[in-house]
C-alpha cells in the first residue's frame, strides 16, 4: 500500500503539473482507451460469474439503469444486498465446519474496538470543508465495496465525477490508469483524486477514508464469517451485491466510452486490450506498458487521428 501510495502521489503530482500541455493530453489518450478495454474485461469476467439466474439478471439492469438515471451509487449495491438475501436461493453449498474455532471475548471486543475506532476516525475527519466532503464521500463507497475493487470502480465513478464533479470523466480515467501501473489496489486511485483537492495530505485523507471500511469490516467478520457464511440469506445478500456491480459497471463502461471514444484508433485500443487481458490473460502491467509504448510511437508518427 505505501509503495502505490507513494507512487500514485507522484505521479499525480507530475500530471496536475503537465497535464495542460498538448502532448501529456494526447498520450494519456491512449491510456484511457486501454482502461475501457480492461474494465470490458472485468465486467464480463464479473458477469459470467455473478449472473446465475432471473433474479441476478433483474438486478443486475435494475443497477444499470439507476446508474444511467443518475441514482445515489450508494444506494444500489445496499439495495441489492436485501433483494438478493429475500429473493435469491443459492444452491447448496458447504455445510458449516463443526470446527469453527471459538473466538474469544476478549479478542473479539478487542477487534470491534479497533474498527470502531477506524470508522470514528474516518468520519472525525471528514466533517467540514470539501476535503471533509470527499473523506466522508470515499468513506461511504469503501463501506459498500464488496467483491473486487475493480466492482466499486463504478461508484466511485458517479460519487467523484457526476455527483460532486471533483474530477473530469477524462481525470478520472486518467487517475485509474496511473492506479493500474502502480504495484498496489485499484482503489488507490482514491490518492490522486485527494491530491488534486488537497495534495499529499488530501491524498493520505482519501486513501485512508475509501480503505477504512473495508479493513474494519474484514477485522470485524473474519471473526464471525466462518459461523454465517453457510446462511442462505448471507449468501443471496453478496449473490445480489455482485450482480449489481454488473450493471454499474457495464453503466460505467458505456458513460466513459460515449465521453471518450472519438477515433478509431482509440477504439482499437479498447479492442486489444480487451483481447489481451480476455483471450491471452495477459499481466495488466503489460498491457499497459506495452499499449502505452505502441500508442506513442503511433503519437509520434501523428497516426492518433
Known amino acids: 500500500m505505501l509503495s502505490a501510495f507513494v507512487l500514485v502521489v507522484a505521479l499525480s503530482a507530475a500530471y496536475f503539473a503537465g497535464g495542460e500541455l498538448p502532448w501529456v493530453h494526447k498520450l494519456f489518450l491512449g491510456l484511457e482507451a486501454l482502461v475501457i478495454g480492461v474494465l470490458a474485461n472485468v465486467t464480463l469476467n464479473l458477469g459470467q460469474q455473478a449472473i446465475n439466474g432471473r ?5 443486475a439492469l435494475a443497477a444499470f439503469v439507476a446508474l ?20 435469491i436461493a443459492p444452491g447448496k453449498g458447504a455445510a458449516p465446519s463443526p470446527h469453527v474455532a471459538a473466538t474469544s471475548t476478549r479478542r473479539l471486543v478487542a477487534t470491534t474496538a479497533l474498527a470502531l475506532a477506524v470508522i470514528a476516525s474516518a468520519v472525525a475527519a471528514g466533517l467540514s470543508g470539501k ?12 463501506s459498500v465495496a464488496f467483491g473486487s475493487g475493480m466492482a466499486i470502480i463504478s461508484v466511485m465513478q458517479a460519487e467523484v465525477v457526476q455527483t460532486h464533479g471533483w474530477v473530469s470523466q477524462r ?47 474484514t477485522l470485524v467478520f473474519t471473526e464471525v464469517f466462518g459461523r454465517i457464511k453457510h446462511m442462505k440469506r448471507v449468501r443471496g445478500a453478496l449473490a445480489g451485491v455482485l450482480a449489481a456491480f454488473v450493471g454499474l459497471l ?35 502491467g503489460w498491457v499497459f506498458g506495452g499499449g502505452l509504448a505502441l500508442w506513442a510511437m503511433l503519437l509520434a508518427a501523428g497516426l492518433t487521428g
Request: aromatic share 10%; hydrophobic share 65%; glycine share 10%.
Open 55 to 59: 433474479v441476478e439478471v433483474f438486478i
Open 68 to 87: 444511467l438515471f443518475k441514482v445515489n451509487a450508494i444506494l444500489v449495491p445496499l439495495a441489492a444486498l436485501a433483494l438478493g438475501a429475500l429473493a
Open 131 to 142: 476535503l471533509g466532503q470527499l473523506a466522508l464521500s470515499l468513506f461511504k463507497i469503501g
Open 171 to 217: 481525470e478520472f480515467l486518467d487517475g485509474l490508469a496511473l492506479g493500474q501501473i502502480t504495484p498496489g489496489p485499484i482503489l488507490i486511485t482514491a490518492a490522486f483524486i485527494g491530491y488534486k483537492l488537497g495534495g499529499v495530505m488530501g491524498a493520505a485523507l482519501a486513501t485512508f477514508a475509501i480503505f477504512s471500511p473495508s479493513i474494519a469490516m
Open 250 to 284: 457495464a453503466a460505467t463502461l458505456v458513460q466513459l466510452g460515449g465521453a471518450t471514444l472519438d477515433s478509431s484508433v482509440m477504439v482499437a485500443f479498447v479492442a486489444a486490450a480487451f483481447v489481451a487481458t480476455r483471450w491471452f490473460a495477459l499481466d495488466i
